[in-house]
């Protein structure tokens, strides 16, 4: 569905005021008129790709068989003549919910990227880049295999997705998080201090200047994360790029084990880079794939009675992260997450009384929607506009493709931020006056509300989530179980 931005250009009398915004707009000659600090660049937000070279699945021997170098012409080649039985007994066999993106969608959103934002100066990659039910589809087509040969074709088909990324752009970095798809031996399985991370840690980190990409590759072999400074033109930004699988309550090791010490190890890691970056007065992004807080979407799927006393369901088993971001409020800029496939946005703050101050010692929050159509939504990647002085994320537009293959496909705008909610910088004060105005909007009738509602699936499924709103909203500011129970049950009286 693509979004008629001319009517959310009307705005009711008292509401904020619009005026043109430049972030969105090119860079023509008199943007070098312009202060620093109103200066923009493009960026390109990826997220959730589910890459999937099994779509063909005649073809998997030669994957198997072939050095990545001569992926693109394999599966670039003619459909095998049995190509729709074979691929939907392969969905049946691993029990799959849709589909995910194979190469003529991955090829058609990176054309489309070019085509849009051929001058981005940098993109990130929030993690999901490989299949669901990935292991299921190689045992499947590679009988007899062993872990060891799952782990490299993972590691190949990480560097084909990597290598199509940096080949799209020449010389733009991209940065990637690892996702929980994104192991040696499972979804949501990994080891710490693997052979695995440490493989995954030199395709990830490859192109990164030669003088950052050392302590990189050595911090992704432990754990899967790594910081990095951003390049010019951002100005004293530090990227911290987490792999939080093992924060996940669904994280186990290779040998279906639970280990803590992995999550621990990596909060003190994140606490150190923080610390370096405020003693250095640096700003920071901080990116990974499965966002801190609440999952609104599983607490209602699981009937979850959070007045009665139920919990409500967290996407990661602790809340350290989000209050590490917290308490370097003064340093975060912005988070960059995915995993829920949709386009979706959260504040942290603290919470109780501490937060009544408009978007103090906050933490803006950017979920990524995805290019994988899994969960019947339109493909997607987003465009930003960011100003590389101060660090913040000014405006965004979120691109969708006419149909769930790519073939012949238009990308055309769904949205943007600016032009939806006629704000000027996506900041934690701005976030949080947006937040306040949906809680003020119980039954979302407001072009705002109606808005998010409509482009919070790419493909609009507002039907869905209008019932639970109110509910929905308290998760966007609320990150602790307390914090949004209190909120729900406020609400509900």
Known sequence: MVVALSGLCTIAPGARAQAAHPAMAPQTRSAARLPAEARTIPALFVSDIHFDPFNDPAKAHDLVAAPVTEWKSILSGPPSANRQQAFAALQQTCHARGVDTPFALLNASLQAMHSRQADARFMTVSGDLIAHAFSCRFTTLVPGSTPGDYQAFMLKTLEFVMGELRASFPGMPVYAALGNNDTGCGDYRLDANSDFLAQAGRIVVEALPSSQRQKAVKDFARGGYYSVAMAEPMRDTRLIVLNDLF???????????????????????????????????????????????????????????????????????????????????????????????????RLLQPEGSEAQSAGAHSVAIKLVPSISPVDGNTPSFTVARVNPSSAVLQDYEVMEASNQSGIDATWTPEYSYFLAYHLPRFSPTEVKELI????????????????????YFVGDRSSELHPFWAEYVCSLDHYTAKGFAACVCSAAK
């Open 436 to 455: 306040l105005e949906f809680k003020d909007d119980s039954g979302a009738k407001t072009a705002a509300s109606a808005a998010y509602l409509r482009n």
């Open 247 to 345: 924060q996940s309550p669904k994280y186990a090791t290779c040998g279906g084990k639970p280990d803590p010490a992995a999550a621990d190890t990596e909060m003190v890691w994140l606490e150190k880079e923080l610390g370096e970056a405020r003693r250095l007065r640096q700003k920071a992004w901080v990116m990974g794939h499965i966002p801190p807080g609440i999952d609104p979407h599983s607490t209602v799927a699981k009937f979850r009675n959070i007045c009665g006393g139920q919990p409500p369901v967290e996407f990661l088993s602790s809340d350290k992260m989000a209050e590490l971001l917290i308490e370097f409020a003064d340093v975060v800029r912005l988070g960059i997450f995915g995993h829920t496939h949709m386009d979706e946005m």
